[in-house]
């Protein structure tokens, strides 16, 4: 699969809004005090002719702002000089994740029976499903946190009969790339295709706006998610890792 990766990762920084983003050559440093791993680590805009000697550098650009670095490193062959690099400097490669890409044109198309209230801006109502019991109450609110500070983001909330909100999401629309970022569904709602609703009304949204390629972030071992995704036509990009000390 062919994917720029440089506008992919820009526009994964677009939608986390980390607190600041630093460069160097062939790298984006995101810096913030928060539990999502891509607000905070490190990551090249490309998969090849990297090597080690930049990691002394992005620690001590972390270390001016009182952080600790972490890496987000695609598992690829062009970067195997950096993955030796990391491992000297002390860091092992934790919590895979993949990058899947595709076409917003094999996402589903809405259903009139589900209710979902998409907008431009964060409501109490989607926030409420990140700071539910279901979730983790510090990673919730910092991705609450998060995704509300980004400048391009359309929001979607799925609301139950009772007027409860059960499963929330986004879209970023940036670089041009529509992207699916903390997707959620309360543990009662689980199964009912609480998910499938939210993709195809924010689905709706791209093609308003003539944007076709995507792409989304999940862990490998999150395998009822990744199910839903490969059936929307998601294929794997690349897996990374996040290299931690």
Same mark, same amino acid.
């Given at each position: @699969? ?5 506008t992919?990762e ?6 986390v809004?980390p607190d600041a /983003? ?5 790298w ?7 539990t #999502?791993?891509?607000?905070?680590s490190a990551?090249?805009l ?5 090597d ?6 992005i ?5 001016? !702002? ?10 690829v ?6 993955? +030796?690099?990391l ?7 934790? +919590?895979p994740?993949?990058?899947?890409a ?10 009139p ?10 409501s109490? &109502?989607?926030?409420? #499903? ?19 500070r980004s +400048?391009?983001?359309?929001? =979607? ?9 059960? &499963? ?13 970022h903390? @997707?959620?569904t309360?543990?009662q &709602? ?10 195809? &009304?924010?689905?709706q ?7 076709e390629?995507?792409?989304?972030? /999940?862990e490998e071992?999150? =395998? ?7 059936n929307?036509g ?9 290299? !931690?000390?």
């Open positions: @699969m062919d994917i720029d990766i440089e992919l820009l526009a994964t920084l677009d939608a809004a /983003v630093g460069t160097l050559p062939g984006l440093l995101p810096f913030d005090r928060t #999502v791993g891509r607000a905070i990551v090249p490309r998969h090849g002719a990297l080690a000697h930049p990691i002394p550098d620690e001590a650009r972390y270390a001016e !702002r009182g952080l600790k670095a972490q890496f987000r490193i695609a598992d062959a062009g970067l195997a000089g950096l993955h +030796q690099g491992l000297g400097h002390g860091y092992t490669p934790q +919590q994740t993949l990058t899947l595709g076409t917003v044109r094999t996402w589903p198309a809405m259903a029976e589900w209710s979902v209230q998409l907008s431009t801006q964060p109490a &109502a989607w926030a409420s #499903v990140y700071l539910s019991g279901d979730f983790d109450p510090v990673d919730g609110a910092n991705r609450v946190r998060a995704l509300s +400048q391009c983001l359309v929001y =979607a909330c799925l609301v139950d009969d009772a007027g409860s909100a059960i &499963a929330a999401g986004t879209a970023a629309f940036s670089q041009g790339w529509a992207s699916l903390g @997707m959620r309360v543990a &709602a689980r199964g009912k295709g609480c998910a499938s609703a939210l993709i195809a &009304a924010l689905g949204v791209a093609k308003e706006r003539k944007v390629r995507c792409f989304l972030q /999940v071992g999150n =395998a009822p998610a990744i199910s839903l995704y490969r929307l998601f294929q794997t990009a690349w897996l990374y890792h996040y290299w !931690r000390k």
